[in-house]
Protein backbone atom coordinates (compact mmCIF):
# COMPACT_ATOMS: atom_id res chain seq x y z
CA UNK A 1 0.00 0.00 0.00
CA UNK A 2 1.62 3.51 -0.73
CA UNK A 3 1.70 6.06 1.67
CA UNK A 4 -1.38 8.00 2.84
CA UNK A 5 0.75 11.25 3.50
CA UNK A 6 3.96 12.56 1.97
CA UNK A 7 6.37 15.59 2.36
CA UNK A 8 6.35 17.63 -0.76
CA UNK A 9 8.53 21.05 -1.36
CA UNK A 10 4.94 22.70 -0.24
CA UNK A 11 4.60 20.86 3.14
CA UNK A 12 3.34 17.40 4.53
CA UNK A 13 1.21 15.82 1.86
CA UNK A 14 -2.15 13.45 1.80
CA UNK A 15 -2.17 11.78 -0.90
CA UNK A 16 -5.34 10.64 -1.76
CA UNK A 17 -7.17 13.64 -0.01
CA UNK A 18 -4.95 16.47 -2.08
CA UNK A 19 -3.96 18.52 0.93
CA UNK A 20 -1.91 19.66 2.98
CA UNK A 21 -1.47 19.66 6.90
CA UNK A 22 0.70 22.57 8.38
CA UNK A 23 1.87 23.40 4.78
CA UNK A 24 4.38 25.83 4.76
CA UNK A 25 4.02 27.35 1.17
CA UNK A 26 0.47 28.46 -0.14
CA UNK A 27 -1.33 25.38 -1.07
CA UNK A 28 -5.09 25.24 -2.29
CA UNK A 29 -6.22 23.55 1.05
CA UNK A 30 -4.85 23.01 4.58
CA UNK A 31 -5.64 21.59 7.43
CA UNK A 32 -3.99 23.45 10.38
CA UNK A 33 -3.14 21.81 13.56
CA UNK A 34 -2.66 24.94 15.49
CA UNK A 35 -1.94 28.69 15.42
CA UNK A 36 1.78 28.84 15.92
CA UNK A 37 3.26 30.98 13.35
CA UNK A 38 5.28 27.85 11.95
CA UNK A 39 2.66 25.10 11.50
CA UNK A 40 -0.39 28.33 10.41
CA UNK A 41 1.09 30.14 7.85
CA UNK A 42 -0.71 33.07 4.98
CA UNK A 43 -1.49 32.41 1.85
CA UNK A 44 -3.74 28.98 1.10
CA UNK A 45 -7.08 28.96 -0.42
CA UNK A 46 -8.93 27.15 1.78
CA UNK A 47 -8.11 26.50 5.59
CA UNK A 48 -9.38 23.49 8.38
CA UNK A 49 -9.11 23.41 11.30
CA UNK A 50 -10.40 22.65 14.80
CA UNK A 51 -13.54 25.08 15.95
CA UNK A 52 -11.76 26.49 19.11
CA UNK A 53 -8.57 27.82 17.64
CA UNK A 54 -10.57 29.29 14.00
CA UNK A 55 -10.61 32.58 16.33
CA UNK A 56 -6.89 32.76 17.09
CA UNK A 57 -6.09 31.53 13.42
CA UNK A 58 -8.20 35.18 12.10
CA UNK A 59 -6.91 36.98 14.86
CA UNK A 60 -3.33 35.90 13.86
CA UNK A 61 -3.86 36.15 10.04
CA UNK A 62 -7.16 38.35 9.37
CA UNK A 63 -9.52 37.00 6.89
CA UNK A 64 -9.18 33.60 5.85
CA UNK A 65 -10.63 31.42 3.68
CA UNK A 66 -11.36 29.15 7.12
CA UNK A 67 -14.27 26.34 7.81
CA UNK A 68 -13.89 25.21 11.63
CA UNK A 69 -14.71 21.42 12.59
CA UNK A 70 -15.60 20.53 16.09
CA UNK A 71 -13.29 17.89 17.33
CA UNK A 72 -14.21 14.16 16.92
CA UNK A 73 -16.84 15.48 13.62
CA UNK A 74 -15.76 13.65 10.71
CA UNK A 75 -16.03 15.55 7.31
CA UNK A 76 -14.97 13.08 3.99
CA UNK A 77 -12.74 14.96 1.27
CA UNK A 78 -11.52 13.27 -1.75
CA UNK A 79 -12.62 9.97 -0.21
CA UNK A 80 -10.77 10.69 3.51
CA UNK A 81 -12.20 10.82 6.52
CA UNK A 82 -10.95 13.97 7.57
CA UNK A 83 -11.28 14.19 12.09
CA UNK A 84 -10.03 16.58 14.54
CA UNK A 85 -8.66 15.23 17.90
CA UNK A 86 -7.73 17.26 21.08
CA UNK A 87 -3.36 17.73 20.78
CA UNK A 88 -3.34 19.62 24.13
CA UNK A 89 -1.07 21.71 22.81
CA UNK A 90 -2.71 25.34 22.77
CA UNK A 91 -6.22 26.84 22.59
CA UNK A 92 -7.65 24.70 19.41
CA UNK A 93 -4.32 22.60 18.59
CA UNK A 94 -5.47 18.91 16.72
CA UNK A 95 -4.18 16.23 15.75
CA UNK A 96 -5.61 15.03 12.13
CA UNK A 97 -6.52 11.82 11.95
CA UNK A 98 -7.15 10.71 8.52
CA UNK A 99 -8.98 7.27 7.08
CA UNK A 100 -9.06 5.96 3.76
CA UNK A 101 -10.03 2.15 2.62
CA UNK A 102 -9.64 1.25 6.53
CA UNK A 103 -6.27 2.82 6.83
CA UNK A 104 -5.76 5.51 9.68
CA UNK A 105 -3.07 7.85 10.22
CA UNK A 106 -2.60 10.74 12.54
CA UNK A 107 -0.57 13.65 12.34
CA UNK A 108 0.13 14.86 15.61
CA UNK A 109 0.95 18.82 14.90
CA UNK A 110 2.62 19.84 18.76
CA UNK A 111 0.99 18.12 21.67
CA UNK A 112 2.08 17.64 25.07
CA UNK A 113 -0.40 14.92 27.34
CA UNK A 114 -0.37 16.51 30.64
CA UNK A 115 -3.68 18.39 30.48
CA UNK A 116 -4.03 21.97 31.20
CA UNK A 117 -6.64 24.76 32.35
CA UNK A 118 -6.16 26.61 29.10
CA UNK A 119 -7.25 24.03 26.32
CA UNK A 120 -8.74 20.69 25.95
CA UNK A 121 -6.68 17.55 26.78
CA UNK A 122 -4.46 15.33 24.76
CA UNK A 123 -6.54 12.55 23.67
CA UNK A 124 -4.62 8.90 22.10
CA UNK A 125 -6.27 8.55 18.65
CA UNK A 126 -5.66 4.77 18.08
CA UNK A 127 -4.36 4.33 14.23
CA UNK A 128 -2.06 3.07 11.55
CA UNK A 129 0.80 5.23 11.43
CA UNK A 130 1.52 7.72 13.66
CA UNK A 131 3.27 11.30 12.40
CA UNK A 132 4.88 12.26 15.76
CA UNK A 133 6.87 15.85 16.59
CA UNK A 134 9.86 15.36 19.09
CA UNK A 135 10.87 19.32 20.07
CA UNK A 136 12.15 17.36 23.50
CA UNK A 137 12.49 13.83 22.35
CA UNK A 138 15.72 13.07 24.47
CA UNK A 139 15.70 11.04 27.22
CA UNK A 140 17.39 14.10 29.61
CA UNK A 141 13.76 15.94 29.26
CA UNK A 142 11.77 15.38 31.81
CA UNK A 143 9.01 17.95 33.26
CA UNK A 144 7.69 18.70 37.06
CA UNK A 145 4.11 18.67 37.49
CA UNK A 146 3.05 22.05 36.41
CA UNK A 147 1.35 22.73 39.72
CA UNK A 148 4.59 22.43 41.19
CA UNK A 149 6.12 24.83 38.23
CA UNK A 150 3.58 27.13 39.67
CA UNK A 151 4.78 27.39 42.99
CA UNK A 152 7.97 28.17 42.02
CA UNK A 153 6.68 30.82 40.00
CA UNK A 154 4.21 32.50 42.76
CA UNK A 155 6.57 32.23 45.88
CA UNK A 156 9.34 34.02 43.38
CA UNK A 157 6.99 36.67 42.50
CA UNK A 158 5.43 37.12 46.82
CA UNK A 159 9.21 37.34 47.49
CA UNK A 160 9.88 40.02 44.67
CA UNK A 161 6.42 42.11 45.84
CA UNK A 162 7.69 41.60 49.52
CA UNK A 163 10.71 43.02 48.17
CA UNK A 164 9.19 45.87 46.15
CA UNK A 165 10.03 45.23 42.60
CA UNK A 166 8.22 44.07 39.68
CA UNK A 167 8.58 40.70 38.56
CA UNK A 168 8.94 39.96 34.72
CA UNK A 169 8.10 36.47 33.30
CA UNK A 170 8.93 35.97 29.77
CA UNK A 171 7.42 33.47 27.90
CA UNK A 172 5.91 32.89 24.29
CA UNK A 173 2.59 35.35 24.10
CA UNK A 174 0.37 33.08 22.25
CA UNK A 175 -0.27 29.62 24.65
CA UNK A 176 2.50 29.87 27.26
CA UNK A 177 1.75 33.49 28.10
CA UNK A 178 -2.18 32.30 28.89
CA UNK A 179 -1.00 29.10 30.80
CA UNK A 180 1.30 30.64 32.96
CA UNK A 181 -1.69 33.55 33.65
CA UNK A 182 -3.80 30.42 34.27
CA UNK A 183 -1.39 29.26 37.07
CA UNK A 184 -0.76 32.80 39.26
CA UNK A 185 -2.19 33.64 42.80
CA UNK A 186 -3.82 36.85 42.04
CA UNK A 187 -3.85 37.76 45.52
CA UNK A 188 -0.11 38.71 45.67
CA UNK A 189 -1.05 41.85 43.02
CA UNK A 190 -1.66 42.87 40.20
CA UNK A 191 -0.96 41.03 36.96
CA UNK A 192 0.24 43.04 33.96
CA UNK A 193 0.49 41.73 30.35
CA UNK A 194 2.18 43.44 27.61
CA UNK A 195 0.49 44.46 23.76
CA UNK A 196 1.54 41.32 22.33
CA UNK A 197 -0.41 39.03 25.38
CA UNK A 198 -3.79 40.68 26.04
CA UNK A 199 -5.40 40.45 22.40
CA UNK A 200 -4.52 36.74 22.60
CA UNK A 201 -6.35 36.75 26.43
CA UNK A 202 -8.96 38.11 25.00
CA UNK A 203 -9.66 35.23 22.63
CA UNK A 204 -9.04 32.55 25.27
CA UNK A 205 -11.76 34.38 27.43
CA UNK A 206 -14.30 34.66 24.61
CA UNK A 207 -13.68 30.72 24.08
CA UNK A 208 -14.70 30.40 27.53
CA UNK A 209 -10.95 29.69 29.26
CA UNK A 210 -10.99 31.13 33.37
CA UNK A 211 -8.06 33.83 32.93
CA UNK A 212 -7.58 35.88 36.13
CA UNK A 213 -7.90 39.85 35.53
CA UNK A 214 -4.83 41.40 33.64
CA UNK A 215 -4.15 44.65 33.42
CA UNK A 216 -2.42 47.52 30.58
CA UNK A 217 0.55 48.86 32.18
CA UNK A 218 -1.46 52.44 31.99
CA UNK A 219 -3.84 51.10 34.24
CA UNK A 220 -1.99 50.46 37.20
CA UNK A 221 -0.82 53.15 39.81
CA UNK A 222 3.02 53.08 40.08
CA UNK A 223 3.10 51.88 43.77
CA UNK A 224 1.21 48.86 42.78
CA UNK A 225 3.80 47.92 39.75
CA UNK A 226 6.43 47.58 42.13
CA UNK A 227 4.03 44.26 43.51
CA UNK A 228 2.84 43.14 40.07
CA UNK A 229 3.48 40.27 37.54
CA UNK A 230 4.48 41.21 33.73
CA UNK A 231 3.76 38.69 31.11
CA UNK A 232 5.39 39.79 27.88
CA UNK A 233 6.90 37.76 25.08
CA UNK A 234 10.84 37.48 24.83
CA UNK A 235 11.09 39.67 22.23
CA UNK A 236 10.15 42.44 24.95
CA UNK A 237 13.36 41.68 26.98
CA UNK A 238 15.85 44.64 27.02
CA UNK A 239 13.14 46.67 25.05
CA UNK A 240 12.01 50.54 26.86
CA UNK A 241 9.00 48.86 27.71
CA UNK A 242 10.25 46.24 30.16
CA UNK A 243 12.71 49.33 31.28
CA UNK A 244 10.22 51.47 32.23
CA UNK A 245 9.67 48.69 35.04
CA UNK A 246 12.86 49.79 37.27
CA UNK A 247 14.75 47.41 39.60
CA UNK A 248 12.73 44.36 38.22
CA UNK A 249 13.33 40.79 38.51
CA UNK A 250 13.06 39.02 35.32
CA UNK A 251 12.49 34.95 34.28
CA UNK A 252 11.82 33.09 31.29
CA UNK A 253 9.18 30.08 31.07
CA UNK A 254 10.45 27.00 28.68
CA UNK A 255 10.91 23.42 28.42
CA UNK A 256 14.73 25.13 27.18
CA UNK A 257 15.24 26.26 30.67
CA UNK A 258 16.26 22.55 31.98
CA UNK A 259 19.85 23.41 30.16
CA UNK A 260 22.31 25.83 31.98
CA UNK A 261 23.62 26.58 28.37
CA UNK A 262 20.08 27.90 27.79
CA UNK A 263 19.59 29.73 30.94
CA UNK A 264 23.04 31.22 31.04
CA UNK A 265 22.27 32.59 27.46
CA UNK A 266 18.90 33.81 28.41
CA UNK A 267 20.64 36.21 30.65
CA UNK A 268 17.61 36.21 33.14
CA UNK A 269 17.51 35.97 36.80
CA UNK A 270 15.34 32.77 37.10
CA UNK A 271 13.98 29.99 34.46
CA UNK A 272 11.11 27.96 34.91
CA UNK A 273 10.72 24.66 33.18
CA UNK A 274 7.12 24.88 31.56
CA UNK A 275 6.71 23.35 28.17
CA UNK A 276 4.08 23.25 25.51
CA UNK A 277 5.35 19.80 24.45
CA UNK A 278 5.44 16.80 25.65
CA UNK A 279 8.86 15.86 27.60
CA UNK A 280 10.30 12.02 26.51
CA UNK A 281 8.06 10.03 28.85
CA UNK A 282 5.13 11.87 27.40
CA UNK A 283 5.82 11.40 23.61
CA UNK A 284 6.49 7.53 24.56
CA UNK A 285 3.42 6.86 25.81
CA UNK A 286 1.52 9.03 23.31
CA UNK A 287 3.00 6.63 20.71
CA UNK A 288 2.36 3.86 22.91
CA UNK A 289 -1.41 4.95 23.25
CA UNK A 290 -1.73 5.44 19.53
CA UNK A 291 -0.77 1.38 19.00
CA UNK A 292 0.43 2.05 15.88
CA UNK A 293 2.98 0.20 14.27
CA UNK A 294 4.81 2.69 12.52
CA UNK A 295 6.22 5.97 13.34
CA UNK A 296 7.30 8.74 11.47
CA UNK A 297 8.87 11.93 13.43
CA UNK A 298 9.15 15.43 12.68
CA UNK A 299 10.99 18.67 14.12
CA UNK A 300 12.88 17.94 16.80
CA UNK A 301 15.34 15.19 17.81
CA UNK A 302 14.62 13.31 15.08
CA UNK A 303 17.49 10.49 14.66
CA UNK A 304 17.26 9.92 18.50
CA UNK A 305 13.62 9.08 18.59
CA UNK A 306 14.01 7.06 15.33
CA UNK A 307 16.32 4.76 16.70
CA UNK A 308 14.73 4.37 20.05
CA UNK A 309 11.64 3.66 18.08
CA UNK A 310 13.38 1.05 16.08
CA UNK A 311 15.01 -0.41 18.78
CA UNK A 312 11.81 -1.33 20.57
CA UNK A 313 10.33 -2.76 17.14
CA UNK A 314 8.30 0.12 15.56
CA UNK A 315 8.80 0.88 12.38
CA UNK A 316 10.12 4.43 12.55
CA UNK A 317 11.67 6.75 9.97
CA UNK A 318 11.63 10.80 10.10
CA UNK A 319 10.58 13.76 7.73
CA UNK A 320 12.08 16.77 7.32
CA UNK A 321 9.83 20.00 7.56
CA UNK A 322 10.48 23.67 7.90
CA UNK A 323 8.64 23.79 11.46
CA UNK A 324 10.56 25.50 13.87
CA UNK A 325 10.53 25.55 17.69
CA UNK A 326 7.29 27.96 19.37
CA UNK A 327 9.56 27.26 22.49
CA UNK A 328 12.51 29.11 21.59
CA UNK A 329 11.41 32.49 19.92
CA UNK A 330 14.61 34.29 19.46
CA UNK A 331 17.96 33.38 21.32
CA UNK A 332 17.13 30.29 23.07
CA UNK A 333 17.65 26.83 21.10
CA UNK A 334 20.59 25.32 22.37
CA UNK A 335 23.78 25.52 20.15
CA UNK A 336 24.72 22.38 18.03
CA UNK A 337 27.73 21.23 20.69
CA UNK A 338 25.21 21.52 23.74
CA UNK A 339 22.70 19.72 21.75
CA UNK A 340 25.10 16.85 20.61
CA UNK A 341 26.52 16.87 24.36
CA UNK A 342 22.51 16.43 25.62
CA UNK A 343 22.51 13.73 22.80
CA UNK A 344 24.90 11.81 24.19
CA UNK A 345 24.54 12.39 27.76
CA UNK A 346 21.29 10.75 26.91
CA UNK A 347 21.77 7.15 27.02
CA UNK A 348 18.78 5.97 25.47
CA UNK A 349 16.49 3.76 28.12
CA UNK A 350 15.20 0.54 26.93
CA UNK A 351 11.74 0.23 27.29
ZN1 LIG B 1 3.25 24.95 18.49
ZN1 LIG C 1 5.82 22.66 16.04
Not at 240 to 255: E, T, V
Not at 275 to 299: C, N
Not at 313 to 330: H, N, Q, R, V
Request: aromatic share 8%.
Amino acid sequence: MSDMVIVRKEGLYCVPGEFYIDPWRPVARAVITHAHSDHARYGHGHYLAAAPGVNILKSRLGDINIQGLEYGTQVVHNGVHISLHPAGHVLGSAQVRMEHRGEVWVASGDYKVEADATCAPFEPVRCDTFITESTFGLPIYRWQPQAEVYADINAWWARNAEQGRASILLGYSFGKAQRMLSGLDPSIGAIICHGAVEPLNRVYREAGVALPDTRMVTDVAKADIRRAIVLAPPSAAGSPWIKRFGDYSDAFASGWMLLRGARRRRGVDRGFVLSDHADWPGLMSAIKATGAQRVIVTHGSIPVMVRWLCQNGLDASGFDTEYGDDEAEDTLPPEPTEAAEAAKAAEVPHA
